[in-house]
């Protein structure tokens, strides 16, 4: 018995031996290669203000406080740089461990002056979706007030449906509802957010006069600009630096909120199209009625793909707010999965102020601009 005993020890102790060489050696895994990744605190930045570089190693972390910055091919000291010229392309990069970092962009510009007045310009929301068979009637309205005046901005707000929506946007049915906008209906558009398009189906049940909206545009931009917003980003890699501006020209907009929008242009999908066959009478260049249901890779436009704020908007501060003042909102952010052409991305930027609660909280005035590309106050 004594013997068995001690065979079986030794058994055991030789079991646990073995278990823990094959574990540790199944335990090992590889080390990635090093990489750097360089991100900035704004696109945009005044002469004489100061701008962060930000250089990050896959595997360390933060490496910022040993990394070695250059800006325009000259090493500056730390990662904080003031431009002492006006430029609209500074070229920055960043090394470590003998690693290059990507090359990021930044705008370098005048300390900021507010214009005499801002031009006025209208946000147009289309609810829509590819599973939505009338709503190619929106695409031709959205185009012949798009045509009419560059001062109307277009977003395309695709809402889950079936089939699916390649694009249905995550809080479309929260903008939609009863409590907020109350969008009843697929298509729908909507000027400045709370005022509904009308889209004339009783007289054009498939649009064929572009002059029939025409006035209901002109009642928004004959109205006289409260504010104005600048936007400049640039992109690296997948990495968004977003600069907002917002100027004013009143002492007081209560409740004040911005929001800002990526959107996409350049898609396209099969549309469901219920026009075809129809009596209806549409205008040549949309002639829906003798195209097929679905119709095939029907341009899919000014897509929205996320919000970088909150979807009614971040609060403005009220001390900000002051007659010939510019308050600044900076954005470092990632770009969506749903990113399709990065070259075909825009940021639309809004103000929405003056009612007490979402529904009657009008848009102030909007502003687009190219990613990468500096939209001055206009």
């Not at 969008?183 to 006069?209: K, S």
Request: hydrophobic fraction near 35%; proline fraction near 6%; charged fraction near 15%.
């Amino acid at each position: 018995m004594k013997k068995i005993n001690k065979l079986t020890h030794i058994f055991v102790f030789m079991s646990l031996i073995s278990l823990l060489f094959f574990t540790s050696c199944g335990t090992e895994e590889e080390i990635p290669d090093e990489s750097i990744t360089l991100s900035l605190s704004t696109a945009n930045v005044t002469v004489g203000s100061t701008i962060t570089f930000t250089a990050t190693s896959n595997i360390g972390g933060d490496v910022s406080s040993q990394a070695v910055f250059f800006v325009n091919g000259n090493q500056i000291s730390g990662n904080t740089f003031s431009p002492e010229t006006v430029n609209p392309e500074n070229e920055v990069r960043a090394t470590f461990n003998g690693l290059e970092s990507n090359i990021a962009y930044f705008a370098s510009t005048e300390e900021d002056t507010q214009p005499e007045g801002y031009t006025q310009k209208l946000l147009l929301e289309d609810y829509t979706g590819t599973w939505c068979g009338y709503c190619p009637r929106m695409v031709t309205i959205v185009e012949y007030v798009t045509n009419y005046s560059d001062r109307v901005i277009p977003v395309a707000i695709h809402c889950p449906g079936a089939p699916t929506d390649p694009w249905a946007y995550e809080f479309a049915n929260q903008l939609s509802h009863p409590n907020n906008y109350n969008v009843l209906g697929r298509p729908e558009g909507r000027y400045n957010r709370i005022h509904t398009v009308d889209m004339f189906q009783g007289t054009q049940p498939c649009p064929n006069d572009a002059s029939a909206y025409q006035a209901q545009v002109d009642s928004f931009l004959n109205q006289s600009a409260p504010l104005g917003l600048a936007i400049n980003s640039s992109l690296s890699g997948n990495n968004l630096s977003i600069n907002v501006k917002v100027g004013f020209d009143t002492d007081s907009v209560p409740n004040a909120r911005l929001v800002v929008y990526l959107l996409e242009d350049g898609l396209s999908y099969n549309q469901v199209n219920y026009f075809t066959g129809q009596s209806a009478t549409c205008d040549p260049d949309f002639d829906y009625v003798n195209l097929p249901n679905p119709i095939p890779n029907f341009p899919q436009e000014h897509v929205l793909l996320k919000s970088y704020t909150d979807i009614f908007g971040d609060v403005i501060p009220q001390n900000q707010i002051a007659n010939g003042n510019i308050w600044t909102r900076d954005f470092n952010v990632s770009l969506p999965d749903n990113v399709t052409n990065s070259q075909n991305l825009s940021i639309v930027a809004f103000v929405l102020g003056n009612g007490d609660q979402i529904s009657n909280r009008p848009v102030l005035n909007v502003q687009r601009a190219k990613v990468g590309v500096n939209q001055d106050f206009d």
